[in-house]
């Protein structure tokens, strides 16, 4: 079974570069969430969606993040313009809606921004 | 304000022995409590979860214990193995049934051989 796939594993880009990370969720789940990872905030949901909507994006720190779902089978995460205080990892998770269900995590994007 | 807490940022433990990780929450109208392990390079992988309809849930060497009337989450592994050595964090779903998870800031267990 493919699990969530994450690409690119790892981005290194300059200030004030476009990054936008990607996200293929497991094949019939409705759920997807965007979160990042850092020392000091720990593990943070981003932004979630059910059935490809945007449901909750409190989470997203800046104008400068998007987020788009426009299909069940794709999602990404766009910073633009990026700043060093972005570095971090992303992680892209997904679950089915119905019900209390675990999350399924990728295994992250590793981002640097120099 | 963190919702849910793990108070010990590291635990290290023999090979062979209990390892028991902490959780605690601040709202009882959490319904449901997961708890994920995570190895470096990785994304968080699940591991256990349990209702709160329930105080008690087992897999194999791992038991989840939720003691609502104190607010309190805790993961038995028995017995402990170095393969265990992970970062793992817990989290509660909300009961609004939207599928959203609020995680600990994680406990990095070291099981030494």
């Known amino acids: 079974d493919a699990g969530v796939i994450q690409s690119p594993r790892h981005e290194v880009t300059e200030m004030g570069q476009e990054v936008t990370l990607r996200c293929k969720p497991i094949?019939?789940?409705?759920?997807l969430f965007w979160y990042r990872q850092t020392m000091m905030r720990g593990l943070e949901l981003l932004i979630y969606?059910?059935?490809?909507?945007?449901?909750?994006d409190s989470g997203m720190p800046e104008d400068r993040f998007s987020a788009k779902m426009p299909n069940a089978s794709f999602s990404t995460l766009k910073i633009q313009p990026s700043e060093p205080r972005d570095s971090a990892v992303y992680f892209c998770?997904?679950?089915?809606?119905?019900?209390?269900?675990?999350?399924?995590f990728g295994d992250g994007t590793r981002l640097s921004i120099l | 304000d963190q919702q849910v807490k793990q108070n010990s940022p590291s635990l290290s433990v023999q090979e062979g022995r209990i390892s028991i990780l902490n959780c605690d929450y601040t709202?009882?109208?959490?319904?449901?409590f997961l708890w994920y392990k995570k190895y470096p390079a990785e994304g968080p992988t699940f591991l256990i979860s349990?209702?709160?309809?329930?105080d008690k849930n087992e897999d194999g060497r791992f038991t989840v214990f939720l003691n609502k009337s104190a607010k309190h989450l805790s993961l038995h592994i028995v017995p402990s193995q170095p393969g265990d050595s992970a970062v793992y964090f817990c989290?509660?779903?909300?009961?609004?049934?939207?599928?959203?998870?609020?995680f600990g800031q994680g406990t990095t267990l070291q099981v030494k051989p």
């Open positions: 969606f059910n059935n490809n909507v945007p449901i909750d």
């Open positions: 349990i209702s709160s309809i329930k």
């Open positions: 989290a509660v779903h909300g009961s609004s049934n939207t599928g959203k998870l609020i």
């Open positions: 709202n009882s109208m959490f319904d449901y």
């Open positions: 998770a997904s679950s089915y809606l119905t019900g209390a269900q675990p999350q399924h």
């Open positions: 094949s019939g789940h409705n759920s």
